[in-house]
């Protein structure tokens, strides 16, 4: 099967979409030729059966040039494809609907956020699945929709215990929003520092924003650690590749998430695939590791109850570690690996 994949970057540096380039790498093992049209293209290592055409915005190719070469590129590769897969851009089904109103391909999309715009309603409409990593990260009702997992590749994101960690460290790596709740991690950081005594606690918040009022969020963030007097415990390394991302999980005692709600995230996932423990406010993952479920729970904004779970972890021996990274890697090789939602995709459209 030739597929078509429409996507919004390839390139393996970016620290938001660099994970894409595993997927494309999935995909080429279940597919005979996988034809990527992207807005824009960076750094990437793909097999031969894989050719990636950018819209030329890395460039700074004029929208009305990007639009030309969109419908080029889909209409070259639409009559030889066997299907569509379309990752978290239903403006591009839209785009797309003209062309395919003749070709009559069968297209998935990929979508996880839990707001569903109106463009999205009307991509959903239009296509034949939609694939998303839990029904709690896609609160709509539609037979179309079906959950995968995250699509986490285990083969990169796995321990290596070689790697020398910082003692008590504990990471956190998001992109800098208010979303994200980053000040109950500074807060659980002044519990620690100044109530518990951990004075030796290390912070890395990894991350960058992306909006002005995500930038003026950073400084606020910032100001409160100069407040708190944290300098010495909280740094801000800034944005990570998602290449260089699984040695920055392995150096870590612990990963953190603080944005409640929803359902399973792909950075926690990518934290369990690597075998480091991940401190969640959500309650999806207690039945999922089992003994240590309820030990890696605290309550949303709750940074007290953070500190104390940050406590614990500092706590566990070797045998918890082992335990744990058992389940952990279980979890998601099982459950959230990227080859299996190669194999969903593909088989979706061959159906």
């Not at 910082?166 to 998001?174: A, D, K, M, R, T």
């Not at 792909?266 to 999806?284: C, F, N, Y």
Request: hydrophobic share 40%.
């Amino acid at each position: 099967m030739r597929l078509l994949v429409i996507t919004q970057k390839v390139d393996q540096e970016d620290d938001v979409l660099g994970f894409f380039v595993g997927w494309i790498k999935a995909l080429s093992k279940e597919a005979d030729f996988v034809d990527v049209v992207c807005l824009a293209k960076g750094k990437y290592d793909l097999p031969e059966n894989v050719r990636v055409r950018s819209l030329g915005k890395e460039n700074g190719d004029y929208k009305f040039i990007q639009a030309i070469k969109f419908y080029y590129y889909a209409f070259c590769s639409l009559y030889k494809a066997g299907g569509v897969f379309v990752h978290m851009a239903p403006e591009y089904v839209r785009a797309i609907y003209p062309l395919n109103f003749f070709f009559r391909k069968p297209i998935v999309m990929w979508y996880a956020h839990i707001k569903v715009s109106k463009t999205a309603k009307w991509a959903i409409n239009h296509v034949n699945y939609v694939l998303t990593p839990s029904k709690e990260s896609f609160k709509f009702d539609s037979s179309k929709v079906i959950s995968t997992g995250h699509g986490i590749d285990s083969d990169i994101f796995k321990p290596d215990l070689s790697v020398v960690k910082e003692s008590e460290s504990v990471l956190s790596l998001s992109r800098i929003s208010k979303v994200k709740r980053i000040e109950t991690l500074i807060e659980a950081a002044r519990i620690l520092v100044y109530e518990k005594r951990k004075t030796n606690i290390r912070i890395d918040i990894y991350g960058k924003p992306v909006r002005d009022e995500d930038s003026k969020y950073l400084q606020d963030l910032q100001n409160l650690v100069t407040k708190y007097k944290l300098e010495k415990n909280v740094f801000w390394p800034g944005a990570v590749a998602n290449v260089d991302a699984p040695n920055v999980y392995r150096r870590h005692s612990m990963f953190v998430r603080m944005q409640g709600g929803g359902g399973y995230g792909k950075t926690e996932l990518e934290a369990m695939s690597v075998g480091i423990p991940a401190i969640l406010p959500t309650e999806v993952y207690k039945k999922d590791l089992g003994e240590f479920g309820e030990g890696l729970y605290f309550k949303e904004d709750d940074a007290q109850e953070l500190a104390d779970k940050i406590l614990g972890i500092l706590n566990w021996s070797k045998e918890d570690l082992e335990t744990y990274r058992k389940i952990s890697r279980k979890l998601v090789e099982e459950r959230h690996n990227v080859k299996n939602v190669a194999n969903k995709i593909v088989s979706l459209l061959k159906k």
